[in-house]
């Protein structure tokens, strides 16, 4: 129980007498009309150091932070950003859909990278989906780091993207699972650090999925 007050020292709830919309490992979300709060579950583990970088950099096809917020003792414990509302939308059924947003979340992790962040929690789950766009959500666990974090950050971003893929083609009759997972790893040209060959492939199809259609009933 924890009355959540804004930047303005404005309060805003009491967590115990609002229902919780979603719960995840580190924080719980309330729904807020056009807006959603996250309330982190232990604040200790958290900086706004990442936040204040995402709203600098203002990525395409990530979140925007609206406001902070604090409890009575005026510590960071979460912040509110928009309420995005996830449809059934198939994002290899879209070749442009489906580019901008991986190159605009690709985008968005070289420029974190670039201010020395190293990126985490990297999962299916933090990129919403709808027909409008996919929007990637949660930098909670972005930390600053001293090293180049270039090469972890780009090997997990393509463990991402390589997850939502497979998400959404088993939504397709795929007969041949090795050979899935086969064509995914040509796809993403798992040797290389960047993601030109995925690119240069799915530019010459009509929509993302054509590319595994000699693996789909």
């Known amino acids: ?16 007498n609002k229902d919780v919309y ?26 706004i150091d990442p936040f204040l970088t995402l709203d600098t950099l203002s990525l395409p096809n990530f979140y925007r932070i609206m406001d902070f917020l604090y409890n009575n003792q005026y510590i960071f414990i979460g912040y ?9 939308f198939n994002i290899l059924s879209d070749k442009d859909y489906f580019l901008r947003g991986v190159n605009n ?11 020395h962040f190293e990126v985490s ?5 933090n990129i919403l989906v709808n027909k409008e766009d996919m929007t990637m959500i949660d930098v909670d666990n972005y930390k ?4 180049d974090p270039y090469a972890i950050n780009m090997y997990r971003y393509k ?3 390589k997850r939502l893929i497979y998400k959404y083609l088993i939504r397709y009759n795929v007969t041949d699972i090795m050979g899935a997972n086969e064509l995914l790893k040509e796809l993403m040209d ?24 000699k693996v789909i009933k």
Not at 22 to 44: L, Q, R, S
Not at 144 to 147: L, S
Not at 196 to 211: A, C, G, M
């Open 1 to 16: 129980m924890m009355i959540v007050y804004t930047s303005q020292g404005v309060e805003l709830f009491d967590t115990k």
């Open 159 to 161: 463990q991402l993207i």
């Open 105 to 115: 979340i690709h985008d968005g992790i070289i420029a974190f990278t670039n201010n």
């Open 144 to 147: 600053r780091v001293d090293n």
């Open 190 to 213: 798992e040797d290389s650090d960047n993601i030109d060959h995925l690119n240069k492939v799915l530019s010459k199809v009509n929509r993302p999925v054509d590319y595994f259609n």
């Open 80 to 88: 509110t950003s928009k309420f995005i509302k996830e449809d059934h």
């Open 22 to 47: 979603k719960e995840g490992t580190f924080g719980k979300i309330y729904h807020d009309g056009d807006k959603c709060h996250k309330v982190f579950n232990n604040a200790e583990l958290f900086k």
């Open 121 to 125: 929690d990297l999962h299916v789950g």
